[in-house]
């Protein structure tokens, strides 16, 4: 199922359940929360919680392509990427500056298990290509 049929099938929707942030710099520890995710006719829109502070995103379609943005990784909209041959509903990625080296990049995925939980995972990614789980939301149909 790609993003365009869950989004039809699932208009209204609402989601919840536990999302993991990965900070620390070795990527084996992790802060959790609360998540929720609203399912719209154009766009997917989550909460979660860092250190007390309610955090909000959202992944908007629109005819000029996909836009995100997230209250504490990404607070201007961007628009990102879409990755056609990978796995899941949808995958996209966006190129950001770090400093005066390379871009780096940050890859959104969302994916439904065969028993119908959702995955929202971020990922980051090194100019050198190596990746660190950033932001994992198992989510559960609630309504």
């Known amino acids: 199922m790609n993003v365009e049929s869950f989004i039809s099938a699932h208009q209204g929707s609402e989601w919840q359940g536990p999302a993991e942030l990965w900070i620390d710099p070795l990527g084996n520890e992790a802060s959790f929360s609360d998540a929720s995710l609203s399912v719209r006719s154009d766009a997917l829109s989550y909460t979660w919680v860092y250190k007390g502070r309610s955090q909000q995103g959202q992944i908007r379609f629109t005819e000029d392509g996909m ?30 500056p770090a400093g005066s080296g390379p871009d780096w990049h940050w890859r959104i995925k969302l994916s439904q298990r065969p028993d119908s939980t959702l995955v ?18 198992i989510l559960s149909r609630v309504d």
């Open 120 to 137: 929202l995972a971020m990922t980051n990614i090194a100019p050198w290509g190596e990746e660190a789980r950033a932001v994992r939301m």
């Open 67 to 96: 836009h995100w943005r997230d209250s504490w990784h990404q607070p201007d909209s961007v628009q990102i990427e879409p990755i056609d041959d990978a796995l899941g509903m949808m995958t996209a990625r966006y190129a950001y």
